[in-house]
């Protein structure tokens, strides 16, 4: 089997420690973190918002390393400019008409494309990259993990609160992108060749410059050998994020096994799959998912232990299985999205609610 590399970014809120508000780092965080982590940080349009980014990783173990590090330096970072650091889908009460925009010819452009549909896109997420052996590969095993996409989404759930409000979803984050073009779950494609015919007529034809302007929940990255899974809220622990990565690699390497032996997982319908996004959007794991085979509706905590009787197979090859596990876990406590509620519900304040993110966030950092 190969060794399906791992990438994972993680997006986090910097946030005013008395208020509880959204606050500017004014890239003072990117500009002291690039003296030791180089690449692996940078600023985002809003400028309340900082993005850390791993090394290639080969095993899980790697990234929970990587992970656990930058989370570790952009706290430290964070704490010298009187700053602490947030990890949730949205913030729950600031609004994104009062944050500052980042100097930076490629935002200027976007703004000027998209106006106040990237104005409000203030939102944080978690991408994670697998590694593939070709991109005709990649798209198979694409065309069928898209299936698992809403059982994944549903796991990292962790965006209840909007401007204020209780929003009634457990993952509002993905409502806000859905205002973006070229989001959602993406079309089957037969070929690397037919992806490439489609990114290069946007191209041509003046939609976008490159392939990153693709923004589905999960893509063929257009620079590197990766498959991209971008649909997850950033959660709150590092345990949470290791876990969705692993469980992300597994269903890779299933899917490439399948292939080799000249089997496959049976692909669907877009507007299918995106049934159960909406699903795992609004309720989270506490709902119902179609299972499309059945035909019939079943308890997402059901499929959820159906996905890990899926890659039981690979996980001990990947050296991946405690990680995987650990979504026993999260079925056990909840999602962020649960947990913050939970926090709302018993104190009634969303300050408080902001105080456990941050706590959270450092969870597991020595």
Request: net charge negative; charged share 25%; glycine share 6%.
């Given at each position: 089997m190969p060794?399906?590399?791992?990438?994972?970014?993680?997006?986090?809120?910097?946030?005013d420690?008395?208020?509880?508000?959204?606050?500017?780092h004014?890239s003072k965080?990117v500009d002291?973190g690039?003296?030791?982590?180089?690449?692996?940080?940078?600023?985002?349009?809003?400028?309340?918002?900082v993005?850390?980014?791993?090394n290639?990783c080969?095993?899980i173990q790697?990234?929970?390393?990587?992970?656990?590090?930058?989370?570790?330096?952009?706290?430290e970072?964070a704490?010298?400019q009187n700053?602490?650091?947030a990890a949730?889908?949205?913030?729950?009460?600031s609004?994104w008409?009062?944050q500052?925009?980042?100097?930076?010819?490629?935002?200027?452009r976007l703004?000027?494309?998209?106006r106040?549909?990237?104005r409000s896109n203030?939102?944080?997420g978690?991408h994670?990259h697998?590694?593939?052996?070709?991109?005709?590969e990649?798209?198979?095993?694409?065309?069928?993990?898209?299936?698992?996409?809403?059982?994944?989404?549903?796991?990292?759930t962790?965006s209840?609160?909007?401007r204020?409000?209780?929003t009634?979803?457990k993952?509002?984050?993905?409502?806000?992108f859905?205002?973006?073009?070229?989001?959602?779950?993406p079309d089957?494609?037969?070929?690397?060749?037919e992806?490439?015919e489609?990114?290069?007529?946007l191209?041509k034809?003046?939609?976008i410059d490159?392939?990153?302007?693709i923004?589905?929940?999960i893509?063929l990255?257009?620079?590197f050998d990766?498959?991209?899974?971008?649909?997850?809220?950033?959660p709150?622990?590092?345990?949470?994020?290791?876990?969705?990565?692993?469980?992300m690699q597994?269903?890779?390497?299933?899917?490439?096994?399948?292939?080799?032996?000249?089997?496959?997982?049976?692909?669907?319908?877009?507007?299918l799959?995106?049934?159960?996004?909406?699903?795992?959007a609004?309720?989270g794991i506490?709902?119902?998912?179609?299972?499309?085979?059945?035909?019939e509706?079943?308890?997402?905590?059901?499929l959820?232990?159906?996905?890990?009787?899926?890659?039981?197979?690979v996980?001990?090859?990947?050296g991946?299985?405690?990680e995987?596990?650990?979504?026993?876990?999260?079925?056990?406590m909840?999602?962020g999205?649960?947990?913050?509620?939970?926090?709302?519900?018993?104190?009634?304040?969303?300050?408080?609610?902001?105080?456990?993110?941050?706590?959270?966030?450092?969870?597991?950092?020595q």
């Amino acid at each position: 089997m190969p060794v399906f590399t791992l990438g994972i970014e993680e997006e986090f809120q910097t946030i005013d420690p008395s208020s509880g508000e959204l606050r500017s780092h004014m890239s003072k965080i990117v500009d002291g973190g690039q003296i030791v982590l180089q690449e692996r940080v940078k600023a985002e349009m809003h400028q309340a918002v900082v993005e850390v980014g791993t090394n290639v990783c080969n095993n899980i173990q790697d990234a929970r390393q990587e992970v656990t590090y930058l989370r570790k330096m952009i706290i430290e970072l964070a704490e010298k400019q009187n700053l602490k650091i947030a990890a949730a889908g949205t913030h729950p009460f600031s609004d994104w008409q009062e944050q500052l925009i980042t100097p930076n010819e490629r935002y200027d452009r976007l703004i000027e494309e998209l106006r106040d549909v990237a104005r409000s896109n203030l939102i944080f997420g978690l991408h994670v990259h697998v590694g593939i052996e070709s991109r005709n590969e990649g798209i198979q095993i694409m065309n069928a993990v898209r299936y698992f996409l809403p059982h994944i989404y549903a796991l990292s759930t962790n965006s209840p609160f909007w401007r204020g409000r209780n929003t009634g979803f457990k993952s509002y984050r993905s409502k806000v992108f859905d205002k973006f073009p070229r989001t959602g779950i993406p079309d089957f494609f037969s070929s690397a060749a037919e992806y490439d015919e489609y990114i290069n007529l946007l191209v041509k034809t003046g939609c976008i410059d490159n392939g990153k302007k693709i923004w589905w929940d999960i893509r063929l990255h257009p620079f590197f050998d990766t498959i991209e899974f971008r649909i997850c809220d950033v959660p709150m622990r590092i345990d949470e994020t290791i876990c969705l990565a692993a469980i992300m690699q597994a269903l890779v390497a299933k899917i490439y096994k399948l292939h080799k032996q000249n089997l496959n997982f049976r692909p669907y319908r877009r507007i299918l799959i995106n049934e159960n996004k909406w699903r795992a959007a609004r309720y989270g794991i506490e709902g119902k998912l179609i299972d499309f085979g059945k035909q019939e509706e079943v308890p997402t905590h059901h499929l959820i232990h159906e996905l890990l009787n899926f890659i039981d197979d690979v996980v001990d090859d990947l050296g991946s299985r405690a990680e995987c596990e650990y979504v026993l876990k999260i079925l056990e406590m909840g999602t962020g999205a649960d947990r913050q509620i939970a926090v709302f519900q018993q104190h009634n304040n969303l300050k408080s609610v902001v105080d456990y993110i941050v706590q959270e966030t450092s969870y597991g950092i020595q």
